[in-house]
């Protein structure tokens, strides 16, 4: 086979191709269903969580469907396999599921499912290029002109080079199909398929079946360009009757069919039964907090390294402007009173219990205060090199040392629920941390990367005469934790608890677990020792 290079793309080391069109796909994707719900009339919040709810699914369903067999078994220990690998099957699945469980609890009908078919092909357009420029998903060896060739270091030149396709010192991959473009090509080919029949008036759920058909039976096709070694799904060879193809296309042809029978099935029936208009939801507050408030469960509850920093920061900004639009409606209904502190601090509180500032808050001694703080450390931890991406296995984890800096501003709610019950406090409030955290490989000589870190932590705090309890999530990057000996993963949502016991005006004892200003060297953002922290506050109250 030829050397020459006939498409020579850039190299992706030190590059962030793969993470940034993953994330850009996400936006142009929710920017699309954002516009799609405004002209179906939907209500923004209840199609906000809907939104969430199926990203987070899909996701999941991304890395769900492509782990290996072995893998499972890591699951059940709560540790989650060092893997990058993703399939958008998965993907599809794990959105089919969400729809399932919530459209009927939300109060959509089947139409909703064609609402995300077209911004779903713009998406897979975006994440076809970063596949293409990173080398994940890439074809087989090609003599053909319209072949792609990769430098070294990407994804194609190692898996050829494992495989002894490659002499030494090659300064390029060996041509291969350019399956990423093929796929780009079948998801632009069908938004406009979906695009040019959009007055047509044919029954819920057509335009998604006809997307779905459209793209699986071009993933069927694609397949046999394809090099099995990019394929984290059915990668095996299986021959029936004499056909020889993947495990994974014998899966897709059948179900290709299925979908593109349903939706002629569904369309022809149209000649002679007249479609069902589409009825839009009525917006829900409670029931939209009460989805939101099982998402976090779920997020907590995930092992960890299920969802990377640009996963989450993208369900949680649609989370957060559910809960904080969810939450105004709350507290202007009939449902709870008026007289509340902060709508931000009633959001906190919904964030955690979905419960709201008691009605008599505001007139037994409520005051605020304001807590300025900061925090500064550093430590050692175990990690994968900054430009590990892709759709395939990562590099492995090497020694990489943390310094970092933190500031803090706290706002805070205070109050005497018990009028009768002088000693008794209730309080609310939200933290705002931001910091800047200087990595360094130990190992090598390699350039300091500084990130920024930001962490955002509704809390509350219930003291009574003899006791207190409290807790919070923190949100965002905001620190680590050990998994195994000196092995450390961020953790993008931490809870955090303190109890105390006893007589404050005499003597008590009182236990933290990663409490920012109320736990001993933990700051915010890497409470790793309490030897490597230090933290200053400063408060200033005032009364109402």
């Given at each position: ?365 409520q005051h605020w205060s304001v807590a300025v703080g900061g925090g500064s ?168």
């Open positions: 086979m030829p050397l020459s290079p006939l498409f020579l793309l850039p190299s992706p080391e030190g590059h962030q191709y793969y993470t940034i069109c993953y994330v850009l796909a996400f936006g142009v994707q929710l920017a699309l269903l954002l516009r799609a719900g405004y002209q179906r009339g939907y209500p923004l919040q209840t199609w906000l969580v809907l939104l969430a709810a199926s990203t987070l699914a899909f996701i999941i369903g991304t890395k769900l469907i492509a782990l290996p067999t072995e893998a499972w078994s890591m699951l059940q220990h709560g540790t989650w396999p060092a893997t990058t690998a993703r399939s958008v099957l998965g993907g599809g699945l794990g959105f089919v599921a969400a729809m399932v469980v919530l459209r009927r609890w939300l109060g959509f009908s089947w139409h909703v499912a064609d609402a995300f078919a077209l911004p779903f092909c713009a998406g897979l357009v975006v994440q076809c290029v970063g596949c293409l420029l990173t080398g994940c998903c890439f074809g087989e060896p090609t003599n053909g002109s319209w072949g792609l060739t990769y430098a070294p270091g990407s994804v194609p030149y190692l898996f050829q080079q494992q495989q002894g396709l490659l002499p030494a010192g090659a300064v390029h991959s060996l041509a291969v199909y350019p399956t990423q473009l093929y796929t780009l090509l079948l998801c632009a080919g069908s938004g406009l398929v979906l695009w040019l029949t959009r007055h047509r008036q044919w029954p819920a759920g057509s335009w998604a079946l006809l997307q779905a058909g459209l793209l699986v039976l071009g993933r069927f096709v694609i397949e046999f360009w394809r090099d099995p070694a990019g394929e984290p799904v059915g990668a095996t060879v299986l021959t029936l009757g004499g056909v020889s193809m993947l495990e994974l296309q014998w899966l897709l042809l059948p179900y290709s069919m299925l979908l593109l029978s349903t939706w002629g099935f569904l369309t022809y029936r149209t000649r002679f039964v007249s479609p069902v208009p589409e009825v839009v939801p009525a917006n829900q507050p409670v029931r939209n907090l009460l989805v939101v408030v099982g998402l976090l469960i779920s997020t907590i509850m995930l092992p960890v390294g299920a969802l990377t920093f640009p996963e989450l920061m993208v369900v949680k900004t649609v989370l957060l402007a559910v809960v904080v639009l969810a939450s105004v409606s709350i507290l202007h209904g009939a449902l709870t009173t008026q007289r509340v502190g902060l709508p931000l601090a009633a959001a906190s509180v919904v964030l955690l219990f979905t419960n709201q500032v008691p009605a008599d808050s505001a007139g037994n001694g450390g550093e430590f050692n931890r175990e990690q994968q090199p900054y430009d590990s991406e892709g759709c395939g296995n990562g590099p492995p984890v090497r020694p990489f040392q943390h310094k970092y800096k933190s500031v803090s501003v706290d706002a805070t709610s205070t109050w005497h629920p018990h009028s009768k019950l002088p000693e008794a406090e209730s309080e609310v409030g939200v933290r705002l941390t931001v910091g800047r955290d200087e990595q360094q490989a130990l190992d090598v000589s390699e350039p300091i990367k500084t990130k920024t870190l930001i962490g955002i932590n509704p809390h509350f705090m219930v003291n009574r005469r003899s006791f207190g309890l409290g807790g919070g999530l923190i949100l965002g990057q905001s620190g680590y934790y050990a998994v195994k000996g000196d092995t450390y993963k961020s953790k993008a949502i931490t809870p955090h608890f303190t109890f105390w016991l006893g007589r404050r005006d005499y003597i008590y004892v009182q236990g933290d677990l990663n409490t920012p200003n109320q736990g001993l060297g933990n700051p915010p953002l890497a409470w790793v020792s309490a030897l490597d922290s230090a933290r200053v506050d400063a408060t200033v109250c005032w009364r109402e």
